[in-house]
């Protein structure tokens, strides 16, 4: 009876290793061929990586609510390339307009002043054989406040837009024909929407700002702080082009530059502002914080679509607001519109004396916020804030003070609270 209790024993003992080790042999099995599946996870998270470390473009999306019946573009109106005395293509200008989340990109290289063309010809003299080598050279490169000799300037002004159309197209980037009028003491000009721009130059300003109204070109005046007079000033013939209608808009902001002292002449003299990068090297040079802590200088522009015709006509119309280090200059009106269609508010709580109140940000742009008189708090783009508001009233005004109709004026706008 005892032998055949640990037969009976040994029988269910080897039964169950048998088990053990099926169970064993098939979970090897099951996780060897788990492991090598196309879909197991390890698989999954390296397909996932690939994904995301594929080399390409990648764009920062800038979110802007629509403003009434306009969509809101965002352009850089003043860039230079290797065409002038900029340091970068034509076709990298793009990219980095693109990869930043602008719109619109106008390609102003100078006319006058060429410092590349001189510096290209020095290197490709060293680079191209010497039989092969064509007389000749860089001509008329710096005409800067004077005329060029009997040869003329000698370039095809049209080959910088062209090739950065080019890749604008590519991207879905609409690139704006341009040039910059460079005099120097005497101001200088941006020209947009040109046709010819081999057509524009004269010795003679005046003369030069005509022939480019004479295609149908936008206007305005470059980087005011360069002009004789006190920094932050235009040339008294500025003031005159425009009376002449010649002068479309002020460049409010350029680079750093931020030109407080002009907001009440622009505003109140009838000029469009912009506000741009004026950019000659890297982008990522020139603002350092930008995609950070704020976006690079842009020119905001309220229109239908975005095609030259719509987006000359809104430039012509004033509907533009400069934007430069989270700081917005443009009409009273613009203003308080645009700041009403990126802000909600929501009473979610009270006490004895305030509303507390949800501000919500539907935009990429933060505002400083100041109401009930001395109350202020900041809302950041894509996030909300809680505040107090007091009671008393069914409505509340919200004053954004990052934002200017003219030096030191800021718009107020109502929100009800119920």
Known sequence: ????????????????????????????????????????????????????????????????????????????????????????????????????????????????????????????????????????????????????????????????????????????????????????????????????????????????????RKQGAFIFHNHPQYSKKTKSTMPEHCEDFHAKGLIDGIEVANGYNFYTRLFDLCMGGGYTPVANSDAHGLISGTFSGAGKEYFRNMTLILAKRCDEKSIHEALKAGRTIAYHANMFVGSEKLLAELFEASISVEVIGESKKDFRVMVTNHSSFPYSLRWDGWREAAVYGMSSTVINVAKGKKEFELIPTNMYYGKDKSPKVSFKLR
């Open 1 to 212: 009876m005892f032998i055949r209790k640990n037969v009976v024993n040994l029988y269910y003992k080897n039964i169950l290793n048998y088990i053990d080790m099926r169970s064993m042999l098939f979970t090897v099995v099951m996780v060897a061929l788990f492991a090598c599946h196309p879909y197991s996870a390890s698989a999954q998270l390296d397909a996932v990586r690939k994904v995301f470390n594929k080399s390409g473009n990648r764009r920062n999306e800038i979110v802007v609510p629509k403003v009434g019946k306009y969509n809101v573009y965002k352009a850089d109106l003043h860039t230079h390339t290797i065409y002038s005395d900029g340091d970068v293509t034509p076709g990298w200008r793009v990219e980095e307009a693109w990869n930043d989340g602008l719109d619109i990109v106008a390609i102003t290289d100078h006319m006058e002043y060429r410092r590349i063309e001189r510096a290209m010809y020095r290197y490709m003299k060293d680079y191209i054989r010497e039989d092969l080598r064509k007389e000749g050279g860089a001509v008329n490169t710096n005409v800067l406040n004077r005329a060029p000799d009997s040869r003329g300037l000698l370039v095809d002004f049209n080959v910088s837009y062209d090739r950065a159309k080019k890749r604008g197209d590519e991207l879905g980037l609409m690139v704006i024909r341009g040039v910059e009028i460079t005099r120097g003491k005497l101001g200088d000009y941006n020209a947009l929407f040109t046709k010819d721009n081999n057509t524009i130059y004269d010795p003679d300003l005046e003369t030069t700002i005509r022939n480019a």
